[in-house]
């Protein structure tokens, strides 16, 4: 965000069009990287069933 709010250029048309230029770069990178992203998301979702019999385990 630092990147993008600091090289940003005056007027409100060049403003908006380098805001939609530097959106387009962000979902293309994120688009590219959707595997990874849905991996990381749904690890934390994964339960392991504990043992039937618990209390038998030594």
């Not at 595997?35 to 618990?54: A, E, G, H």
Request: charged share 35%; glycine share 2%.
């Amino acid at each position: 965000m630092y990147k993008i709010e600091t090289k940003k250029p005056y007027g409100t048309k060049p403003i908006r069009k380098y805001l939609n230029k530097e959106l387009k770069k962000l979902k293309r990178f994120f688009d590219n990287k959707i595997d990874f992203y849905k991996y990381y998301r749904s690890r934390y979702r994964i339960y392991y069933p504990l043992p039937m019999n618990t209390a038998t385990i030594i």
